[in-house]
Nanobody, 124 residues
Framework: QVQLVESGGGLVQAGGSLRLSCAAS????????MSWFRQAPGKEREFVAG????????SYADSVKGRFTISRDNAKNTLYLQMNNLKPEDTSAYYC?????????????????WGQGTQVTVSS
């Protein structure tokens, strides 16, 4: 079992920045590819960004490329999402997810563990 706890969400004005964190406990963090997903009210959960076990490979949704950066610190068992130039359409609950594989994928069904989420609200 892996327990995931997100933090760092909040209310920010458009153009601002936030840094989300996802603290992992339980099994060896570096054994898992990790990703961030988000879900807005009335919408399906969508892939935001993913990172491989070694942090050597990252992938992003087109909507966040150039604005968001995913990273991980395997020594601290923590996943991060740096979000810059935030837009109102980024408003969502953000979830971290762990996959028992080397690389992340965009499909929700490929993930074994999920956090409870942290809310990000961007005002215009």
């Amino acid at each position: 079992q892996v327990q995931l706890v997100e933090s760092g969400g909040g209310l920010v004005q458009a153009g601002g920045s936030l840094r989300l964190s996802c603290a992992a406990s339980g099994r060896t963090f570096s054994n898992y590819a990790m990703s961030w997903f988000r879900q807005a009210p009335g919408k399906e959960r969508e892939f935001v960004a993913g990172i491989s076990r070694s942090a050597g490979s990252t992938s992003y949704a087109d909507s966040v490329k150039g604005r968001f950066t995913i990273s991980r610190d395997n020594a601290k068992n923590t996943l991060y999402l740096q979000m810059n130039n935030l837009k109102p359409e980024d408003t969502s609950a953000y979830y971290c997810a762990a996959r028992t594989s080397f690389y992340p994928i965009a499909s929700m069904s490929g993930y074994d563990y999920w956090g409870q989420g942290t809310q990000v609200t961007v005002s215009s």
